[in-house]
């Protein structure tokens, strides 16, 4: 993964890039999984949990987002394919359409005016990608054959593909968007199960739209993101219990 991020980085500098600001998101281990001591010497990190946003610092003086080795929303198929969390969520809608992470971040960007211009990952991440950013570029360095199986690139093609489109889509920046669609947006938290809704339905403003969905509505995107998010926290709590009978 860090030598992933090392050739974005190489390609964004290539490409003229002043500063790269590296935002570590894997949610395993505490959102610490960059090696920060193997890290491009020109990159800084963000990294641990304990903050409010995935893209931490993203404002208007950035010029791009380069997500690296992402995963398929829930239910498209890609390895290891989820959508915040697999344990509960069953599918994330903004406006009726489903949304993975890759999607999500690139509202978080796109309502600050920035483009995502890359996404690596698996060919079903570079499907998705294309779906929410067509003029982005999609890397894909793992071909899906299962959740848990995959036909992988060596490393080193891996990231020499990472690191030429990188630099390509920095270089054109002028044919990238902003992900910003028109207000008000209405996010929908499809659970597993129907625990899940009844937790998450005591968040103020809530509406429950059947047993296991509930949904928010809003003209800000930064609240958005963050009430869905809420939600799922919330809904995480309620757990089933498991009894063995005798």
Known sequence: MTEDINASVRGALAAGATEVIVSGGHGGNGARNVLVEQLHPEAILISGSTRKYRLQSIDSTYDAVIQIGYHARNGFGGVLDHSITA??????????????????????????????????????????????????????????????????LHPRRAQALIEEASTRALSNLQSMKPLRPDPPYRGEVQFKLTTHAEAA??????????????????????????????????????????????
């Open 87 to 152: 344990r509960d969520v069953a599918e994330i809608r903004i406006d009726g359409k489903p949304i993975g992470e890759i999607g999500m971040n690139g509202l978080a960007a796109g309502w600050h005016g920035v483009p995502v211009v890359l996404v690596s990952g698996c060919d079903r991440v570079v499907r998705e990608t294309a779906e929410w950013f067509p003029w982005a570029e999609g890397v894909a360095v793992k071909r899906a054959i299962g959740r848990h199986a995959a036909l992988c």
């Open 201 to 246: 339905e005591d968040a103020p403003l809530v509406e429950r739209v059947d047993d296991v969905t509930v949904a928010y509505r809003t003209d800000d995107i930064p609240d958005l993101l963050r009430t869905i998010r809420m939600i799922i926290r919330l809904g995480g709590t309620n757990q089933p219990s498991m009894v063995r009978g005798g």
